[in-house]
């Protein structure tokens, strides 16, 4: 395109979408969209970008004539049909419309909990910055990324402790090029961040209440121990299965896979008669120390997924303490509590195996 009016239907069109995104961000009066850059609103997959155009703000470009702007030097009419879908994403981009930076929607294939289905190639800066917003909103910095993960199954043993402040200071392009963070330790984090604010999107703090996501297997648990000590009695046996162990062994294979799940299992005496590391070393042919490697991997997964478990379950075991040591009741406590919260888990987190 050179200066002047446009010569083809094509650009006549692009001139036109362009007026009418021009007079929609007038009436928007929204400085700080503005300010933004436009490219703050490209994602990685968006093709033939008009890069002379990214730094300019959205102030400077809707301020500019089209005919100038299509004369800019690199600036064909592919790039131009570029431009002016960039600026309809701002024009769609709610997220400066109230002081608390309400989110507009996200594309509707990034269902929350779906690893196999997020794309973190469909995030730009906009879309990073309204998650970030959400975490911040909620105080949400200091809680760990592998207690708000989907599973950690998809985050990298050596981020599980990482808090949400590791990452709130950072744009998305920092974030990409974080030494350590490949494709996917960053996709993990984006995760992370991306389903928090699509839980929580829709909730506002009311006076002193604030929601707070928590690993979904924690409430029914807490909720279970807290009746149990405000019962005279001790709890059954087939309650402290039910409760206990068979939620405890299922957050275990959501996090650490298949094998571990098994292993725990059959220490418990959970659906088969309970195992010993000699004989479970046997069946999976490897050595005894391997299979207590492996058995760490649960405390680990609760020390980050539910941290306050040691508590709970300091308190429930109180009132075993009356009973025969050969109770049912004590032995199928005591190897959950040993499982779930040795006395040491300080050492560095064996290899997990993922099946």
């Known amino acids: 395109m050179k200066p002047g009016r446009p010569t083809s239907p094509e650009a006549y069109t692009l001139l036109s979408r362009f007026d ?8 928007g009066g929204d400085a700080a969209k503005m300010a933004r850059p ?13 890069y002379a155009l990214l730094d300019r703000t959205l102030g400077d470009l809707i301020g500019t004539a089209f005919t100038v702007i299509s004369a800019t ?13 960039l600026l309809e994403r701002a024009v769609q981009d709610g997220s400066f419309k109230t002081a608390e930076l309400a989110a507009s929607p996200e594309p509707p294939e990034q269902t929350p909990g ?3 289905r997020f794309d973190p190639v469909a995030v730009s800066e906009s879309s990073w910055e309204r998650w970030q917003n959400t975490a911040r909103r909620f105080e949400l910095g200091n809680e760990s990324l592998g207690r708000l993960a989907a599973t950690l199954r ?4 050596v981020v ?19 030494k350590t963070h490949g494709d996917k330790r960053v996709r993990a984090v984006l995760e992370v961040f991306y389903t928090i604010h699509r839980i929580l999107q829709g909730s506002e703090r009311y006076g002193r209440l604030l929601v707070q996501p928590i690993p979904f297997f924690v409430v029914p648990i807490e909720q279970w121990i807290r009746k149990e000590l405000n019962c005279p009695e001790v709890p059954r046996l087939e309650d402290l299965r039910q409760n206990l162990a068979l939620p405890l062994l299922n957050q275990i294979e959501i996090d650490a896979g298949e094998t571990v799940h098994r292993l725990a299992a059959g220490r418990l005496g959970i659906e088969s008669p309970v195992e010993n590391a000699r004989e479970q070393a046997h069946r999976l042919g490897v050595t005894r120390a391997r299979i207590y490697q492996l058995l760490e991997i649960c405390a680990h997964v609760m020390d980050v997924r539910w941290p306050d478990g040691r508590w709970w379950l300091a308190e429930l075991g109180k009132k075993f303490e009356r009973l025969d040591p050969e109770d049912e009741r004590v032995q199928l406590f005591a190897a959950t509590w040993s499982m779930a919260y040795p006395e040491r888990i300080d050492q560095e987190l064996p290899e997990p195996v993922w099946s």
Do not use: F
């Open 154 to 157: 998809t985050l990298p043993t």
């Open 73 to 85: 030097p690199g600036i064909g009419p592919k790039k131009i049909a570029s431009l002016v879908m």
């Open 38 to 50: 436009l490219g703050y609103w490209a994602l990685p997959r968006d093709r033939r970008l008009p």
């Open 114 to 116: 779906s690893p196999d």
């Open 160 to 178: 599980w402790k990482i808090p949400l402040n590791r990452y709130l200071g950072l744009s998305l392009g920092e974030l990409r090029t974080l």
């Open 20 to 27: 009418e995104i021009r007079e929609e961000l007038d009436r």
